[in-house]
């Protein structure tokens, strides 16, 4: 097992290598999921505010069609 | 290519490809992680530091492939005006940078055993720093307008007229002297490294390419979704 994390006297630069890039990639992937996580729930926020308007608007005015 | 342009229709394949990219990332992870330690063989020069290369060769493909992504949606963005391109541009960036970064510091972890250095100002290196500044140049000049249409142009042209970078990041190692090695993978006549070793690499190099698909997906789904936030606020604005 020693010998294992010893990697023939390497280990001091390869494990920080495979740590790095695990930390890193990690970190990336989580940061952007929760950034999509936060902007999805200020949408649903926003839309819940916005949509009682929009319905009386929609009685006056032509209807909004697609939502592109 | 158009029926995929639309964010709509974008947005519903994106939410189905995403889980089949984590699964296959996370796969491919752990199947190139135990070929890396445990198929791999040491290297008769290097010993067992060659280990670094599963990390260290993916991390500088997908940084200079990631770049070449940006570029060129960054080029459809500007002639065709495609409502995706300048997301998925601006989505690549962080990606290509940590993908650059890593190359950058597992080859310093890497140099310091087999050439007794962390680093040297020669063509590989100096090439490889220079396209990490260009992704932060990038992202910090999408940021530097007010008018978001500005700073996507300006960042998009800055990608482009810093792909010059990546045929001189490629060719470093034949047109210059270098401590760095050659090419033994991707070159004329074929892999001259044993199958033993390539294969580990392979199956990283495609474990790290599905992980950036997965961010990728990730990223633009937050950028279409950004930007419907903006036009609720407008809508908000206007109407109140």
């Given at each position: 097992?020693?010998?294992?994390?010893?990697?023939?006297?390497?280990?001091a630069y390869i494990w920080p290598s495979y740590a790095m890039t695990a930390i890193i990639l990690a970190a990336l992937l989580l940061a952007s999921i929760?950034?999509?996580?936060?902007t999805e729930a200020m949408?649903?926020?926003?839309?819940?505010?916005?949509?009682?308007?929009k319905?009386?608007?929609?009685?006056?005015e032509t209807p909004d069609g697609d939502e592109a | 290519m158009h029926r995929f342009a639309n964010p709509t229709r974008f947005l519903k394949i994106a939410a189905f490809i995403q889980p089949w990219m984590a699964g296959l990332t996370v796969l491919l992870f752990a199947v190139g992680l135990y070929m890396s330690f445990f198929t791999a063989p040491p290297d008769y020069?290097?010993?067992?530091?060659?280990?670094?290369?599963?990390?260290?060769?993916?991390?500088?493909?997908?940084?200079?492939?990631?770049y070449a992504a940006m570029a060129l949606a960054s080029a459809v963005a500007l002639?065709?005006?495609?409502?995706?391109?300048?997301?998925?541009?601006?989505?690549?960036?962080?990606?290509?940078?940590?993908?650059?970064f890593l190359s950058l510091a597992t080859g310093s972890l890497w140099g310091k055993p087999m050439w007794g250095t962390w680093w040297v100002w020669d063509a590989r290196l100096t090439s490889m720093l220079i396209l990490f500044f260009l992704y932060i140049g990038y992202m910090a000049l999408q940021g530097a307008f007010d008018d978001r249409a500005r700073g996507a142009k300006a960042s998009a042209v800055l990608?482009?007229?810093?792909?010059?970078?990546?045929?001189?990041?490629?060719?470093?190692?034949?047109?210059?002297?270098?401590?760095?090695?050659?090419?033994?993978?991707?070159?004329?006549?074929?892999?001259?490294?044993?199958?033993?070793?390539?294969?580990?690499?392979?199956?990283?190099?495609?474990?790290?390419?599905?992980?950036?698909?997965?961010?990728?997906?990730v990223r633009i789904r937050q950028e279409l979704t950004a930007n419907k936030v903006r036009i609720l606020r407008l809508k908000q604005i206007h109407g109140g």
């Amino acid at each position: 097992m020693a010998e294992f994390f010893s990697m023939g006297g390497y280990g001091a630069y390869i494990w920080p290598s495979y740590a790095m890039t695990a930390i890193i990639l990690a970190a990336l992937l989580l940061a952007s999921i929760r950034e999509l996580k936060s902007t999805e729930a200020m949408f649903e926020r926003l839309k819940a505010q916005v949509a009682p308007n929009k319905n009386k608007n929609n009685n006056k005015e032509t209807p909004d069609g697609d939502e592109a | 290519m158009h029926r995929f342009a639309n964010p709509t229709r974008f947005l519903k394949i994106a939410a189905f490809i995403q889980p089949w990219m984590a699964g296959l990332t996370v796969l491919l992870f752990a199947v190139g992680l135990y070929m890396s330690f445990f198929t791999a063989p040491p290297d008769y020069q290097q010993g067992e530091s060659v280990r670094i290369m599963y990390v260290h060769v993916p991390a500088a493909w997908m940084g200079m492939f990631c770049y070449a992504a940006m570029a060129l949606a960054s080029a459809v963005a500007l002639i065709w005006k495609h409502p995706l391109a300048d997301v998925a541009a601006k989505a690549t960036a962080p990606v290509g940078a940590a993908f650059t970064f890593l190359s950058l510091a597992t080859g310093s972890l890497w140099g310091k055993p087999m050439w007794g250095t962390w680093w040297v100002w020669d063509a590989r290196l100096t090439s490889m720093l220079i396209l990490f500044f260009l992704y932060i140049g990038y992202m910090a000049l999408q940021g530097a307008f007010d008018d978001r249409a500005r700073g996507a142009k300006a960042s998009a042209v800055l990608a482009l007229v810093g792909a010059v970078n990546l045929p001189i990041i490629k060719f470093s190692v034949d047109w210059w002297n270098t401590l760095h090695q050659p090419a033994s993978v991707i070159k004329m006549g074929g892999p001259s490294i044993h199958p033993d070793m390539l294969w580990p690499l392979l199956v990283m190099a495609v474990a790290f390419k599905t992980y950036y698909v997965w961010v990728l997906l990730v990223r633009i789904r937050q950028e279409l979704t950004a930007n419907k936030v903006r036009i609720l606020r407008l809508k908000q604005i206007h109407g109140g």
